[in-house]
């Protein structure tokens, strides 16, 4: 059984949302193609509080989707060349999101090798830039309803075992947060 996640799921503190969207897949509908994989590695962006936030100095023209209402995309360019996807959680206007580091790929695989230039499974989404990329999530999404047919997240009714909790990768301030959930031994967990 498949059920798109409803506003209410991302309605809620961040640290929950992130862990339990271990399990879900995101699916992304677009240019006729349908891409998916079940995710297996998130990582917590939570308010004000938070120095690894992009929020922590307040709204910019690059965070403002962070500062709206619970259940869209936040997308944002990293390095000046990779995209990133957060999923936005918590009510309006406390800024707080979730990373999607790493998707087990699912559907359209064929479309991710091709867009990600790569053979071995492994390579295409084992990291939030790659899965981007494999499955075309760029700046275009910002700002997208996830509760959309563009790009949304489903409970396919999956019970998530075996996950592990740890720092977050690539920060500097905040590092001492264990706010990285993965499953624990998943080949596309990243690395």
């Not at 949304?152 to 264990?178: L, Q």
């Amino acid at each position: 059984m498949k059920r798109k996640l409803d506003r209410e799921f991302y309605d809620r503190p961040t640290l929950k949302v992130a862990k339990e969207l271990l399990g879900k897949y995101l699916v992304v509908k677009k240019g006729g193609h349908l891409l998916s994989g079940k995710i297996v590695e998130t990582e917590a962006y939570d308010g004000f509080k938070d120095p690894a936030s992009h929020a922590y100095k307040g709204t910019t023209p690059r965070n403002q989707v962070m500062f709206g209402a619970p259940g869209y995309a936040y997308v944002y360019l990293t390095y000046g060349m990779h995209h990133c996807l957060n999923l936005v959680t918590q009510k309006n206007g406390y800024p707080a999101a979730v990373l999607i580091r790493a998707i087990e790929p699912v559907d359209g695989i064929q479309l991710m090798k091709r867009r990600r230039g790569r053979r071995k499974l492994r390579d295409l989404t084992s990291g939030p830039a790659k899965l981007c990329q494999a499955l075309g999530v760029d700046r275009r999404l910002n700002g997208e309803d996830l509760l959309s047919d563009g790009i949304f997240v489903e409970d396919r009714g999956e019970v998530p075992r075996r996950i592990a909790r740890s720092s977050r990768i690539g920060v500097n301030d905040g590092k001492e947060k264990n706010w990285r959930f993965f499953f624990k031994g998943n080949e596309f967990v990243s690395r």
